[in-house]
């Protein structure tokens, strides 16, 4: 089992979302996070094999790895001040990333969701002053 406490296997961006490679069994297997669309993504040796949306906090799905059936879990937890993945093989953990927010990464995404809410503020309202009484 291999345990990350780090950042050295985690790619995290505001703009991109969150990476999550590691080896199993001589495999790559790559799971994503979408930052803006929701898409959850798993690439096990650069083939997709996992592409859906997902509006929860925490996705998971079961893909084929080297002949095991391996059920990987991956997103937030603790009021999304942690990013995690968890991938089990009957069962038993096999690998697993635990990984803190920075204040700095924080602050990036309290910055993004306020644009976010901004622009889509500005869009309902535009669109209720076109229904209401028009420009």
């Known amino acids: 089992m291999f345990n990350s ?11 991109d979302g969150i990476y999550f490679p ?3 069994k001589g495999h790559q297997v790559v799971a994503h996070n979408s930052a803006w669309s929701f898409r959850e993504k798993i ?3 650069d ?5 859906e949306l997902g509006f929860k906090m925490t996705g998971t799905h079961t893909i084929d790895v080297a002949g095991d059936r391996m059920e990987i879990q991956f997103g937030y937890r603790e009021r999304m001040t ?4 968890e991938a089990r093989v009957d069962g ?3 690998h697993e ?5 920075t204040s700095e990464v924080k602050a990036w995404a309290i ?3 306020a644009a976010l809410g901004a622009v889509a503020g500005y869009g309902v309202g535009y669109l209720v002053g076109q229904l209401i009484g028009g420009a």
Request: proline share 0%.
């Open 111 to 113: 910055v993004a969701f």
């Open 22 to 24: 590691f080896i199993y």
């Open 47 to 51: 083939s997709l094999v996992v592409s």
């Open 92 to 94: 038993q953990l096999v």
């Open 5 to 15: 406490i780090n950042r050295d296997d985690l790619k995290l961006s505001i703009r």
């Open 43 to 45: 690439w096990v040796d």
């Open 97 to 101: 990333v635990v990984h803190e927010i």
């Open 82 to 85: 942690t990013i995690f993945l």
